[in-house]
């Protein structure tokens, strides 16, 4: 008898079909967060091989004013409102504040090398790409929002800039960042968008 239930076990084993790695592809892929992996996968991967690859990039033109005003930040917090900074290195004050003391700060903790900070752009980067893909997708459906992040995360002129020392990588970030919390839903919208998606399924 117990040899008959193996018999029987075994048969079944080998009559139940193998999942396939195809299958297994397509299941992660109607994951719901695999457009946003997907998204975030390829502009960092695309931003920190940049990164690693141009890893003799120096600090030139603006950037090197960038980066010389973040030094100074990070030595000194209040140099920047100082009006003997204004008279003795000018053209350190001819930006906004707002990068430098980013830059300040990221150098104050890792020490006042830009490499600390493009790797840092990196992440911002990515989260760019990411919030992209939010805006998108909530302004028009999936597809639109993939689309969106996917186009951000391969343009070269956004991979590149991510190794300089330039204020449009912390500037790009906050300005995705804002548009994302600008365009989501207040309470009263979001009862409404429950409302119409509950009409839709009962007619």
Not at 29 to 50: E, F, K, M, N, S
Not at 84 to 108: C, H, I, Q
Not at 159 to 173: D, I, K, Q
Request: with cysteine; hydrophobic share 50%; glycine share 8%.
């Amino acid at each position: 008898m117990t040899r008959t239930r193996r018999l029987a076990a075994a048969s079944d084993t080998a009559s139940a079909p193998a999942s396939s790695p195809h299958a297994s592809l397509a299941a992660v892929a109607r994951h719901p967060g695999a457009p946003l992996a997907t998204v975030l996968l390829v502009a960092g991967a695309l931003r920190l091989a940049a990164v690693l690859w141009l890893d003799r990039t120096v600090p030139y033109s603006d950037y090197f004013y960038y980066h010389e005003a973040g030094r100074m930040v990070a030595r000194d917090w209040s140099f920047l409102l100082r009006a003997e900074s204004v008279r003795d290195f000018g053209k350190l004050n001819w930006w906004p504040p707002g990068y430098p003391v980013f830059l300040g700060a990221l150098y104050s903790v890792f020490g006042a090398h830009f490499r600390a900070a493009v790797f840092v752009q990196v992440l911002l980067g990515t989260a760019v790409c990411g919030l992209v893909y939010a805006i998108g997708r909530r302004a028009a459906r999936e597809r639109a929002g993939v689309a969106a992040g996917l186009l951000c995360a391969v343009n070269p002129t956004f991979v590149f800039m991510t190794n300089l020392t330039a204020s449009e990588n912390l500037f790009a970030f906050l300005l995705a960042l804002g548009l994302w919390m600008a365009g989501r839903p207040g309470p009263q919208a979001a009862r409404a968008v429950d409302r119409a998606r509950a009409q839709a399924w009962t007619g």
